[in-house]
T-cell receptor
């Protein structure tokens, strides 16, 4: 059974640009969540989607957005990139709630220069 | 074995000894807790979970203890091996909250 797949694995962008990251959940999982991981702030929740609806959102500026498609795949977008957006972006999927098969992908390492 | 009473960011343990990693959680409404292991370049990997109606749960070489009175969680690793070297995170979830809240993480280094 394939795990959570995140693409790309690595990305280098310039300040002011925008970026789109992709996450394909485990087959059958309908919930997809996104987290940002930095050395200073640790793992911080960005947002969660279930059946194309955002059910929860973390405390991040509006430059961070996401969406989920009918096949449960999800994308997140960061516009007007700042140096501080450099981080490992992790996606997790589950059947529905956190306590039901919550599994992380390997992440996308974003570097903003 | 090596143990820490309070959360410390790093833990060095001799191979073969037992390790204890501690975590304090903040939300008294949390009813589900997970321990994750994260190796360099990888995403967090599930180790063991526990629900609030339990105070102890055992897996293969790992045991999680939950003390709801003081909002404290611990992970015990028996006979620590070099492959256990990683960063360990505790995480909590509360009902109808579709996210995990993570602790700061403890870096475990196993000495040969």
């Amino acid at each position: 059974k394939a795990g959570v797949t995140q693409t790309p694995r690595y990305l280098i962008k310039t300040r002011g640009q925008q970026v789109t990251l992709s996450c394909s959940p485990i087959s059958g999982h309908r919930s997809v969540s996104w987290y940002q991981q930095t050395p200073g702030q640790g793992l911080q929740f960005l947002f969660e989607y279930f059946s194309e609806t955002q059910r929860n959102k973390g405390n991040f500026p509006g430059r961070f957005s996401g969406r989920q498609f009918s096949n449960s795949r999800s994308e997140m977008n960061v516009s007007t990139l700042e140096l501080g957006d450099s981080a490992l972006y992790l996606c997790a999927s589950s059947h529905d709630r956190v306590n039901y098969g919550y599994t992380f992908g390997s992440g996308t390492r974003l570097t903003v220069v | 074995g090596e143990s820490v009473g309070l959360h410390l960011p790093t833990l060095s343990v001799q191979e073969g000894d037992n390790s204890i990693i501690n975590c304090a959680y903040s939300n008294s409404a949390s009813d589900y807790f997970i321990w994750y292991k994260q190796e360099s370049g990888k995403g967090p990997q599930f180790i063991i979970d526990i629900r609030s109606n339990m105070d102890k749960r055992q897996g293969q070489r790992v045991t999680v203890l939950l003390n709801k009175t003081v909002k404290h969680l611990s992970l015990q690793i028996a006979a620590t091996q070099p492959g256990d070297s990683a960063v360990y995170f505790c995480a909590e979830n509360s009902p109808n909250d579709y996210k995990l809240s993570f602790g700061a993480g403890t870096t475990v280094t196993v000495r040969a």
